[in-house]
């Protein structure tokens, strides 16, 4: 059974570029979040995504947008890239119905602005 | 709004210590879930427990063991013989009702078992 997993692992931009990350969820899980982790910090909520919505939206600007695809995967776009969005990029999966509430997290994408 | 203060930034202890680290919470809802997560060096965060606000009693699971005390807002972590391999960050996190329980993180305590 495949966790949780998130492409690519590193990925290094420059200041103003746009860049795409992707996620797909583990199996049987149909909500996907996004977090992003600064050096040294706890990881900060960005969005959720159920039923291919935004449901749930954290302290981020607009230059963060996502999408979630029939099939659950999800990606996470950010825009006008700045030095400050270099960061561990974490989704996490997990499912809506169950009652439980644990996220199961994937391995991040190290994002690095130049 | 939720908080969660882990005030221990790093702690470094010898193979076979007990340590225990310590988290304290903060929120108005009287539903709420408390979790711990395992980072090590990969960068994966590892669950490793969730509690609920209604259930207080302790837990342990092999070396780990968890001390949930509402009285103080306290969810602390104690790793008994501590071994090389536990070392990581380790994240106390806080979900309150509603259907998405999206979790607030601490900032992480950073341990490092040496041998």
């Known amino acids: 059974d495949a966790g949780v997993t998130q492409s690519p692992t590193h990925l290094i931009k420059t200041r103003g570029q746009q860049v795409t990350l992707r996620c797909s969820p583990k199996s049987g899980h149909d909500t996907v979040s996004w977090y992003q982790q600064a050096l040294g910090q706890g990881p900060q909520f960005i969005f959720q995504?159920?039923?291919?919505?935004?449901?749930q939206r954290g302290n981020f600007p607009d230059r963060f947008s996502g999408h979630q695809f029939p099939n659950y995967s999800s990606e996470l776009n950010v825009n006008a890239l700045l030095l400050g969005d270099s960061a561990l990029y974490l989704c996490?999966?997990?499912?809506?119905?169950?009652?439980?509430?644990?996220?199961?997290f994937g391995p991040g994408t190290r994002l690095t602005v130049l | 709004a939720q908080k969660v203060t882990q005030a221990q930034t790093e702690i470094s202890v010898v193979e076979k210590e007990d340590v225990t680290l310590d988290c304290v919470y903060e929120?108005?809802?009287?539903?709420?879930?408390l979790f711990w997560y395992k980072q090590p060096p990969s960068g994966e965060l590892v669950f490793l427990i969730r509690r609920n606000s209604f259930d207080e009693q302790n837990e342990i699971s092999g070396r780990y063991s968890w001390n949930f005390q509402k009285s103080t807002s306290s969810f602390n972590f104690t790793i008994t013989a501590s071994q090389v391999v536990d070392s990581a960050v380790y994240f106390c996190a806080l979900s309150v009702g509603g259907g998405s329980y999206i979790p607030t993180f601490g900032r992480g305590t950073s341990l490092i078992v040496h041998p």
């Open positions: 996490a999966s997990s499912f809506r119905g169950a009652g439980k509430n644990e996220q199961f």
């Open positions: 929120t108005r809802d009287t539903t709420y879930y």
């Open positions: 995504y159920y039923e291919e919505e935004e449901r």
